[in-house]
Each structure stands twice: as C-alpha cells, then as structure tokens.
T-cell receptor, first 115, second 115 residues
Framework: AQSVAQPEDQVNVAEGNPLTVKCTYS??????LFWYVQYPNRGLQFLLK??????LVKGSYGFEAEFNKSQTSFHLKKPSALVSDSALYFC?????????????FGAGTRLFVKA | NAGVTQTPKFQVLKTGQSMTLQCAQD?????MSWYRQDPGMGLRLIHY???????DQGEVPNGYNVSRSTTEDFPLRLLSAAPSQTSVYFC??????????????FGPGTRLTVT
C-alpha cells in the first residue's frame, strides 16, 4: 500500500533563510512524487513533481525538491524563504507500477516564515 | 477555462439527510477524484474515476457514492449524513499518466457541517 509521511507538523524559518520541508514515502513500485501548497480557504495548487530523470526537480516560486530513492525521500527546499511562502504544504505519491491512478497525500506541514 | 468547479461552497446538513456535492471540469481530463480534508490528517481519497463509466474506491469510501456518466462531471453523494462526515471536500482532476498527465488540479472545496 502507498503511504506518505511528513514528520513535522510545523516548520518555522526566518525570512531570507533556507527552508526544508521533509517527506518520505512508501510504494510497492516506482513512484511519481508531488508537492502541493494550500493557502487559507483555498484548494491545493501544484508546485512540482518528480516523474523520471534528474533527481533534482525545480518548480514554481523558486522551490525545488530532491528525489532520493535509497532513502525514499522527496524533501522540499528553497534557498531563501519569503513571508509569502507561509502556507500548508502537502507531499503526495502515485504508484506508477499500478497505473498511477491513486494519489495518496501526507498529513501536511505548516510553514511559517517570520519577517 | 473555468478549471475545476464545485458547488455548493458551504452546506449544513442534519444527521440522516442526503445530498450531492457537484464537481465539474472543462479540461477534458480523464481522471477525477474526491478527497476530504480533516485537521491533522491531510487529504484522504474517497473515490476516483479514470473515465466515464469507471469508478473505484479510495481510502475512505464508506458512506459515499459516486458515478461518472460524462467526462466533465463527477458528483459525490452522501447517502445518510453523519457528524463524522463534517469536513472540507475537494474535487480534483488530471490527465491519466499514460496520457502524460501527472499533477492534479483542485477545485475550491465544499465545507460541509453535519449536525
């Protein structure tokens, strides 16, 4: 069965500092991996994805993530945080070897960037 | 394009009542899904569909029914509402992976309260 773990309920970082939001996953086959962001009272917005190829993927708003197969991780990073990055972030996985139809989400990590 | 639309935005039901949450997309996406979002639990998959006439269960299907008679619409029916179904419901759509689609597009959500 697929599962996603986001070990931190909240991450606090000062504006201008680098940020990392952690994600580990479990699938029976090979994964498609995603990060989404949710602002208050809004639906989720896609940030970036890993499908195949280069393990470092770049996405919207300066975010990037690194796929690490041996550690089954897909941590979200940004070199310099902005106050406007404060939001709820979700990691998600689809199992490509079972057709990739089911997307399973983590519980979410709230990012708070202090000015 | 309107993207993914959901109606209503808010709904209050009494225990035992039934209702249908509407979801429509105008992007010709084959894949559609319903999630519920509860604090600390992230998004949990209720049901999904990979095309008209094809539906399957997700992680938490009990108490909910779906059907997919057209590509555009994917309604979610609550058969007999219970307080445990108080949640925010999101509909999402995407192309299927075999068609080169991976990330999902989300609607704005329906906030449901069952008293």
């Amino acid at each position: 069965a697929q599962s996603v773990a986001q070990p931190e309920d909240q991450v606090n970082v000062a504006e201008g500092n680098p940020l990392t939001v952690k994600c580990t996953y479990s699938v029976s086959g090979n994964p498609y991996l995603f990060w989404y962001v949710q602002y208050p009272n809004r639906g989720l917005q896609f940030l970036l994805k890993y499908i195949t190829g280069d393990n470092l993927v770049k996405g919207s708003y300066g975010f990037e993530a690194e796929f690490n197969k041996s550690q089954t991780s897909f941590h979200l990073k940004k070199p310099s945080a902005l106050v406007s990055d404060s939001a709820l972030y979700f990691c998600a996985v689809r199992d490509r070897d079972t057709g990739g139809f089911k997307t399973i989400f983590g519980a979410g990590t709230r990012l708070f960037v202090k000015a | 394009n309107a993207g993914v639309t959901q109606t209503p935005k808010f709904q209050v039901l009494k225990t035992g009542q039934s209702m249908t949450l509407q979801c429509a997309q105008d992007m010709n996406h084959e894949y559609m899904s319903w999630y519920r979002q509860d604090p600390g639990m992230g998004l949990r998959l209720i049901h999904y569909s990979v095309g008209a006439g094809i539906t399957d269960q997700g992680e938490v299907p009990n108490g909910y029914n779906v059907s997919r008679s057209t590509t555009e619409d994917f309604p979610l029916r609550l058969l007999s509402a219970a307080p445990s179904q108080t949640s925010v419901y999101f509909c999402a759509s995407s192309y299927t992976p075999r068609a080169g689609g991976y990330e999902q597009y989300f609607g704005p959500g329906t906030r449901l309260t069952v008293t």
